[in-house]
């Protein structure tokens, strides 16, 4: 496990960016694995730059999104869909049929997402985020280490957490869809950012804790090629 410790968000987005570029520009076919919430939106903000700038292309670019919530249209503001097209898809040159976020409508049969990923050679680079509860993708507490793509409950603490991006609490879907957590450990490498004092305690469990489902991101130290990206308050719990 590389561990990079950097000074806030910002810089953090411009190390992550920077380590995508260097995939793409190895391999410009790769597929990527990607993430929505709050902290990679200044990795997409530095790829948008550097697509700006024509240091990168994306036209070649597959990429495979961590989850949807269940029940959301991809066309309502607050989906998963509708947040990458917004932050990322629509600035760059990517093929919009090149990008793929679970759908939060047809959940019959969630594993068909894994054979999906599977059949398109899968993922190079998975970006995550971190739960405050540990959670990676929506794997919230409790989710078995050998899950493929399923539908989960989210915790009360995740629907409090993300309720700042809904008008009211009430309106967070209880469940989602989410690339299990045997989905991601199958990626060849693993990119995760955390910034935040609240992510500091998760941070802990996930480099130094007991490997154990009640802190799903422990799973990463079997992980063979993991870089984690932190700030010093998400580091502030380390030893
Ligand atoms: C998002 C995802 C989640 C978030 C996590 C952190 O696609 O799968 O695991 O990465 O909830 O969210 P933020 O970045 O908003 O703190």
Redesign the pocket.
Known sequence: MKIIKVKNNQEAGIQAAQIILEKIHANPGCILGL??????ITTYQNLIQAYEHKQVSFKDVITF???EYKGLNPTNPQS?RFFMNNELFDHIDIKIENTHVPSGLHTQNPALYDQKIHKAGGIDLQL?????NG????NEPGTAFDSLTHVVDLDPS?IA??ARFFDSIDLVPTQAI?MGLKTIMNAKQILLIAT?TN?AEAIAHLINGEITPNWPCSILQQHPNVVIIIDEAAGSMLK
């Open positions: 993430a929505t919430g709050s902290t990679p999104n961590l989850d998963y995550l985020g971190l739960g405050v959670h990676i993708g929506f995740t957490v993300n989410s935040g992510k």
